[in-house]
């Protein structure tokens, strides 16, 4: 019955796997979801995995799923910005300005921002580092780098720098979000509410 059911999906469309995604995170959790021998429960992850595919630029996230899923902190970080830039078309420069953060595809933010929440449990995420931002810190961003741990001591991190480990704080990851929208952390606090605005018009 399920292999019946896993060849038929794929004819619905998109915003039908990603609605039916959330209802089977809701009761079957990754992390509790029961496996096969292989370790692979086929049904609930190809489920998620096609709605977690979601692009409006032909984006391809199977490497940040594999690095997220491998626990390859750094290795993620540094897909996700790349993602971000070609999404962007902002490769050669390297990072994104003004008119590139609303570019920002809403489907690939939210692909990118649910694979990074799904796969830390939770602890990273775009999302995760908005609500920070709006709801704890009242948009004061050196309030927002000291308690995600970007700031130390009242000095800004360098991107390489970071706790790429999942005992990092809460937030604490992807950092390439605020690096990408800024080559200067401290200097990007005139940027972060452009970033974190583009996630709210998206829902994330």
Known sequence: MVDKWVKILPSYPLPFFFALSLVIHAQCPFAQCPKTDNGYNSYRQKVFWWAMQLSDVDGNYTRLRDLLAAGKWKEADEETRSVMLKATGREHEGWLNEDGMSKLSCADLRTVDRL??????????????????YEEMGRDWEKMGDIVGWR?????????????????????????????????????????DNFYTRLDICNL
């Open 152 to 192: 130390v001591k009242g000095e800004w991190l360098s991107i390489s720098s970071l706790n790429y480990s999942s005992d990092a704080p809460t937030g604490h990851l992807p950092g390439c979000g605020a690096w990408v929208a800024s080559l200067v952390w401290g200097l990007w606090s005139r940027s972060a």
């Open 116 to 133: 990074w929440v799904e796969y830390s449990k939770g602890r990273f995420g775009f999302s995760v580092q908005k609500r920070i931002y």
